[in-house]
Nanobody, 121 residues
Framework: QVQLVESGGGLVQAGGSLRLSCAAS????????IGWFRQTPGKEHESVAS????????YYANSVEGRFTISRNNGKNTVYLQLNSLKPEDTAVYYC??????????????WGQGIQVTVSS
């Protein structure tokens, strides 16, 4: 059974930092791109960042570029999202997502349960 478990969320003041973790189990972690999405009430899922299996390529939404950093430790089956210079508009539920990398011989897209990040002004 595939599990993606997020941790590290919480309440922080504007300008502060958090580090989110996504621990994966039950899948061939090295064959998956891992991404972070976020959602606020009334808005669609927003793709925040993603990273390829080797970490050689990353993506960031314009809204977080320069403030958030995604990384992964394949030995620990874990992806991290460092959130710096947080703004109230970063408040959302953050979700971890695993999708097969290009050319990977695996199937299926998997989601974590989500974790709340709240940034107070």
């Amino acid at each position: 059974q595939v599990q993606l478990v997020e941790s590290g969320g919480g309440l922080v003041q504007a300008g502060g930092s958090l580090r989110l973790s996504c621990a994966a189990s039950g899948l061939a972690f090295n064959w998956y791109d891992i991404g972070w999405f976020r959602q606020t009430p009334g808005k669609e899922h927003e793709s925040v960042a993603s990273i390829t299996p080797t970490g050689d390529s990353t993506y960031y939404a314009n809204s977080v570029e320069g403030r958030f950093t995604i990384s992964r430790n394949n030995g620990k089956n874990t992806v991290y999202l460092q959130l710096n210079s947080l703004k109230p508009e970063d408040t959302a539920v953050y979700y971890c997502n695993a999708r097969p990398a290009a050319g990977a011989g695996v199937r299926g897209v998997h989601w974590g349960q989500g974790i709340q990040v709240t940034v107070s002004s």
